[in-house]
């Protein structure tokens, strides 16, 4: 077997194993916001880093994410990393340290983050407030809807993030043209 398919074979064997671990739902404490869409929780005494699913936020540090939104956007990383230090300061608002979430999981991610949906104290699914507060974009997997999250949530994320832009809330307020680029 030539060294290319056998490397196929493992990306198809591992891209399997990764998506395709139980989901669970369970309490935990918030311990940090790494920034909008990445939190870390503590679980049965162990720290979990969440990678929140069907949002994505403008990044807070340098990273290459970053450095391709700035490209995309035709932006400064100035403005972009103000752009995610104000989402992470809102996430960091609505997910305070010492704070008491469910959290339901989907699997693991491509970074082998797991992959979750993180419901607040009352109820509200925090994925989908910083989206219709405005401070998210809907996250795409190679430019579609990602596997990990049902029709309906898609629905309901895109109608969320279609009323924040009209109704210029958060970031759409002061950064329309760039919050476009991003969501787009």
């Known amino acids: 077997m030539s060294k290319f398919i ?66 995309k956007c035709h932006t400064t990383y100035r403005k972009m990393r103000l752009l995610g230090l104000l989402a992470a300061k809102h996430g960091k608002g609505l997910l305070p340290v010492g704070e008491t979430v469910t959290v339901k999981t989907a699997g693991k991610g491509y970074y082998g983050r797991t992959l979750a949906w993180v419901i607040l104290p009352d109820g509200t699914n925090y994925n989908e407030k910083m989206v219709a507060d405005g401070y998210a974009c809907l996250y795409k997997w190679h430019g579609r809807k990602p596997r990990d999250v049902d029709w309906q949530e898609w629905k309901k994320l895109n109608r969320l993030l279609q009323r924040a832009e009209k109704e210029r809330k958060g970031l759409w307020r002061e950064y329309r043209e760039l919050m476009e680029c991003l969501c787009e």
């Open 6 to 71: 056998r490397f196929i074979v493992i990306v198809i064997i591992t891209t399997f194993f990764i998506h395709s671990a139980p989901a669970t739902t369970f309490q935990a404490t918030i311990l940090k916001v790494s920034d909008g869409d990445t939190v870390w929780v503590k679980h049965d005494g162990k720290r979990l880093k969440l990678r929140l699913l069907g949002i994505d936020t403008p990044e807070e540090y340098p990273s290459k994410k970053m450095s391709r939104d700035i490209r």
